[in-house]
């Protein structure tokens, strides 16, 4: 099974900072890495696809970049309404795997 | 609208059973995968299951492969998650989701299922 390393496991930032989380996988997952937003008693919600891809109604503050083993998802002006926990999810291989998630919270 | 309704939890002990089901709306359900993901208490993620459109492969997380069953009822729009001898590490919010290209992409709001004696 692929295993997806996710850090940090918790990020504190300012109202307009831009905030990154990566995600590392045990082998090449060539690009089929999925991010998710999900707030507190909610149902994740899908961001980004494949790497970069936005989902229709993502904010363009929301971004993804990576190839290989190696991917990170960004935020760029933190809003308030971005304060949740955050999961990779590697959608290679099955069994499909998820990062443990990062917290992301207001400072 | 896609809605998936999912249903079917409660307090169970462990060793038991409990079958799970998620009706869908708003979409052709025979046409598009289906998954369980679940989620303990105040942890992350967990997937743990993949059905075909048409039944033809099911895939399995490692933690409940021969413990739990993934079906479908193409005529009734309903997913089904058979438990078998439930552990209390079982304990969590369960989700379905329909596949969009692979990913999950609609989840439902999730129901909750707890291993306890």
């Known amino acids: 099974d692929i295993q997806m390393t996710q850090s940090p496991p918790s990020l504190s930032a300012s109202l307009g900072d831009k905030v990154t989380i990566t995600c590392q996988a045990s082998q090449n997952i060539n690009k089929y890495i999925a991010w998710y937003q999900q707030k507190p008693g909610k149902a994740p919600r899908l961001l980004i696809r494949?790497?970069?891809t936005l989902e229709s109604g993502t904010p363009s503050r929301f971004s993804g970049s990576g190839s290989g083993r190696d991917y990170s998802f960004s935020i760029s002006n933190v809003e308030s309404e971005d304060i949740a926990s955050y999961y990779c999810?590697?959608?290679?291989?099955?069994?499909?795997?998820f990062g443990a998630g990062t917290k992301l919270e207001l400072k | 609208e896609v809605q998936l309704v999912e249903s079917g939890g409660g307090l169970v002990k462990p060793g038991s059973s409990l079958k799970l089901s998620c009706v869908a709306s708003?979409?052709?359900?025979?046409?598009?995968?289906m998954h369980w993901i679940r989620q303990a208490p105040k942890k992350g993620l967990e997937w743990i299951a993949l059905?075909?459109?048409?039944?033809?492969?099911?895939y399995y997380a490692d933690s409940v492969k021969g413990r739990f069953t993934i079906s479908r009822d193409n005529s009734k729009n309903t997913l089904y998650l058979e438990m078998n001898s439930l552990r209390s590490e079982d304990t969590a919010m369960y989700y379905c989701?329909?596949?969009?290209?692979?990913?999950?992409?609609?989840w439902g709001q999730g129901v909750m299922v707890t291993v306890s004696s």
């Open positions: 494949y790497t970069s």
């Open positions: 708003g979409f052709t359900f025979s046409s598009y995968g």
């Open positions: 999810l590697q959608y290679d291989n099955l069994p499909y795997t």
């Open positions: 059905i075909y459109y048409d039944s033809s492969n099911k």
């Open positions: 989701a329909k596949t969009s290209t692979r990913v999950p992409l609609y």
